[in-house]
T-cell receptor, first 111, second 115 residues
Framework: QKEVEQNSGPLSVPEGAIASLNCTYS??????FFWYRQYSGKSPELIMF????GDKEDGRFTAQLNKASQYVSLLIRDSQPSDSATYLC???????????FGAGTILRVKS | DADVTQTPRNRITKTGKRIMLECSQT?????MYWYRQDPGLGLRLIYY???????NKGEISDGYSVSRQAQAKFSLSLESAIPNQTALYFC??????????????FGPGTRLTVL
């Protein structure tokens, strides 16, 4: 069974700080990686995907991938209270057409 | 806007009852998925379909069945509901782009309670 592991949190950071969310995965052959954000009672929405080693930046968000160590992380700069949500890491199977999700990390940004 | 809709949004039923959850999409996507979400367990794949004639079991298909009535419709059935099927159910769709980065778009979810 392919696994995706995340610390459940909650991770608490002050407003304006950098939030760092981490995810490890078991399948060394995985090639695509996704970060979804889920507000309480709402559906998940994609915020980042990455499939090459290194960093990918999009606004305040940076995804980092290290395939050798089998981990992917999400950095949120200048964290805002509106970033408070559960962040789900997902790993693609079958060329990204199936996703295996981690249990999610709860992020709380305190103003 | 192109969208993914689920009906009903909330359902309370009793053990042993047959339940159908419906998903419709106007995105024109060919791939559709059913997940359940439980606290602390994240999203788990129940069934998925890459086109009308293609149905595949996911990680936790026991106790569930699906029907892909058309490209835009994908229904999930619980033939005889049991309490441990109480969960939040999501339908999702994705496009066939041929790349790795196939974003899945999620419906609003159906909260099912089995008493």
């Amino acid at each position: 069974q392919k696994e995706v592991e995340q610390n459940s949190g909650p991770l608490s950071v002050p407003e304006g700080a950098i939030a760092s969310l981490n995810c490890t995965y078991s399948d060394r052959g995985s090639q695509s990686f996704f970060w979804y954000r889920q507000y309480s009672g709402k559906s998940p929405e994609l915020i980042m995907f990455i499939y090459s080693n290194g960093d990918k930046e999009d606004g305040r968000f940076t995804a980092q991938l290290n395939k050798a160590s089998q981990y992917v992380s999400l950095l949120i700069r200048d964290s805002q209270p509106s970033d408070s949500a559960t962040y789900l890491c997902a790993v693609g199977e079958e060329y990204g057409n199936k996703l295996v999700f981690g249990a999610g990390t709860i992020l709380r940004v305190k103003s | 806007d192109a969208d993914v809709t689920q009906t009903p949004r909330n359902r309370i039923t009793k053990t042993g009852k047959r339940i159908m959850l419906e998903c419709s999409q106007t995105k024109g996507h060919d791939r559709m998925y059913w997940y359940r979400q439980d606290p602390g367990l994240g999203l788990r794949l129940i069934y998925y379909s890459f086109d009308v004639k293609d149905i595949n079991k996911g990680e936790i298909s026991d106790g569930y069945s699906v029907s892909r009535q058309a490209q835009a419709k994908f229904s999930l059935s619980l033939e005889s509901a049991i309490p441990n099927q109480t969960a939040l159910y999501f339908c999702a769709t994705s496009d066939t782009s041929g790349d790795f980065d196939n974003e899945q778009f999620f419906g609003p979810g159906t909260r099912l309670t089995v008493l």
